[in-house]
């Protein structure tokens, strides 16, 4: 799923839940929490107990102006999002 900002021509907001995907570093469905701070390092949001998952870790790159966040169920990735943090998604 994507949103669109059809104003300024962007995507601003992208869940995707398949098997194939992968992210710039390798982290992929199945995938463990600790695989992912390896590959993403310490400093994430926790949100251990999140509406929709288990846990939830939460990156933030300011320089990028985007946000990259990890659902897990049974301590395996379920979700990926990223997200812009110019204009929370609908």
């Known amino acids: 799923m994507s949103i669109e900002d059809a104003d300024k021509n962007r995507v601003i907001h992208i869940e995707y ?9 390798g982290i992929g469905f199945g995938d463990s929490v600790n695989q992912v701070t390896k590959a993403y390092g310490s400093s994430y949001r926790d949100l251990t107990k999140s509406d929709r998952y288990e846990q ?15 659902g897990f169920w049974n301590d395996k ?3 990926i999002w990223l997200t812009s943090l ?5």
Do not use: Q, W
Request: charged share 40%.
């Open 17 to 25: 839940a398949s098997d194939n995907l992968k992210t710039g570093r």
């Open 77 to 79: 990735v379920e979700m």
């Open 86 to 90: 110019d204009k929370a998604p609908i």
């Open 56 to 70: 939830e870790l939460v990156y933030e790159d300011k320089d990028n102006n985007i946000e990259l966040r990890f």
